[in-house]
C-alpha cells in the first residue's frame, strides 16, 4: 500500500487566499490610520457635546429668557459688520478696476465698456440729428398755424 499525502482542503486555502486578498497593503495602512484616528475622534466629539447639552439644559431653560434678545441683537451687528466689509471691498475692486482702466491698463471688461460707451455716443447723435431735423418741421408747423408768433 503506497501511503498518500494527506491534500490539503481546498475551501480552506481558498478562505485564507480570500482574506489576504481584502488584507490592506502597505499604501491602504496610512488611510485606514487615519481613517481609525478621525472616526474615533469624531465619536468623542459627539459623546462630549452630547453629555455638554444634557449638564446645560437646565442652565440654557432658565436664562433662555435673555438668548433670544442677545442673539437677535448678536445676528443684527454681525449682519451689519459682514456687509459693511463686504461692501469696502467690493468698492475697492470697483475703484482698483476704475483706475486701471483709466489709466490704459485695459482690465477685463474694458472692451465691453468702451462699446457701450460707443453705442451711447452713437445713440445720442442720432437722437440729436432726429431732433434738429424735426424740430425745424415742428417749429414752421407751429409758424403757419399762428403766423404771428
Known amino acids: 500500500m503506497s501511503e498518500r499525502s494527506p491534500r490539503p482542503n481546498p475551501t480552506a486555502t481558498t478562505f485564507l487566499q480570500r482574506i489576504q486578498a481584502h488584507a490592506p497593503n502597505s499604501a491602504q495602512l496610512p488611510l485606514f490610520v487615519t481613517a ?4 474615533i475622534l469624531t465619536g468623542v466629539t459627539v459623546t462630549v457635546a452630547s453629555l455638554g447639552f444634557i449638564l446645560l439644559m437646565p442652565l440654557i431653560l432658565i436664562s433662555s429668557p ?6 437677535t441683537v448678536v445676528l443684527v451687528v454681525l449682519g451689519g459688520f459682514f456687509s459693511a466689509c463686504g461692501f469696502g ?6 475703484l482698483c ?8 491698463m485695459q482690465p477685463p471688461g474694458s472692451d465691453r465698456v468702451d462699446y ?3 453705442r451711447i455716443y452713437d445713440t445720442a447723435n442720432h437722437v440729436k440729428d432726429y431732433a434738429i431735423e424735426y424740430g425745424g418741421y415742428l417749429q414752421s408747423k407751429v409758424k403757419e398755424a399762428a403766423p404771428g408768433a
Open 36 to 39: 481609525s484616528i478621525l472616526l
Open 97 to 104: 478696476w476704475l483706475y486701471r482702466y483709466l489709466r490704459g
Open 89 to 94: 471691498v467690493l468698492s475697492a475692486a470697483g
Open 116 to 118: 457701450a460707451r460707443s
Open 66 to 71: 435673555i438668548w433670544f434678545p442677545v442673539g
